[in-house]
Structures are given as C-alpha cells and as structure tokens.
Nanobody
C-alpha cells in the first residue's frame, strides 16, 4: 500500500510564501515523475508543477517565476516552494506521484489527500 502525505498548507497574505512537502511511503519499488496539482472551487484540477526523476521541471504559466519544485529521491519527497503568492493561488493542492510498487509493475498514479492553501488580499 502506498501513501502520499502532504504538509505545509495554510493561510498567508498576498505576497507571502509557503512551502509544501509531500512524502511517499509504503510498498514502493521506484518513483518516476512527481508533481503538484491544484483545484479551486468550481474549477477543474490543474497541473501546477512537475519534476521528473532526473530533475527536469515543468510549470504552469501562471506560476512561472514564482514557484519552484524540487525533490529528494532518498526521502521519496517532493517540495513546492511558493513565493509572491496571489489570491488566485488559493486552492487545494494535491501531490501526485507516478511510481512502481514492484520491479515488474507498471507506473501508476497516486494522489495525496490535498492540503488547503488560502491567500488573502
């Protein structure tokens, strides 16, 4: 069984910063890409940032230059550093990981339970 547990969400004023963390644990053979998605009320879930096992990153246009993503492969952890936060960044942020639970299994998507980020104006 695999668990992804996020932490670091909260309430912050516009212009502030938050750092999200997500730890993957359980029966894990290998981890591929990891990333962060978000979903605001009444909107679809969208990709915020992703990072491959080799460190290649990808960002939504709306967060480029403000957010950075990193990972610690030894700790099965992915981070999202969010700077210059705006009220429109308010959403539930979900961690995603593509991983194998055994050497012969295919890569599958796993999700965390989500963490609320609220940016006040």
């Amino acid at each position: 069984q695999v668990q992804l547990v996020e932490s670091g969400g909260g309430l912050v004023q516009a212009g502030g910063s938050l750092r999200l963390s997500c730890v993957a644990s359980g029966s894990i053979s290998s981890i591929g890409a990891m990333g962060w998605y978000r979903q605001a009320p009444g909107k679809q879930r969208e990709l915020v940032a992703a990072i491959t096992a080799g460190g290649t990153t990808n960002f939504a246009d709306s967060v480029k230059g403000r957010f950075t993503i990193s990972r610690d492969n030894a700790k099965n952890t992915v981070y999202l550093q969010m700077n210059s936060l705006k009220p429109e960044d308010t959403a539930i942020y979900y961690c995603n990981s593509q991983l194998r639970t055994s050497t012969w299994s295919r890569l599958s998507d796993y999700w965390g339970q989500g963490t609320q980020v609220t940016v006040s104006s």
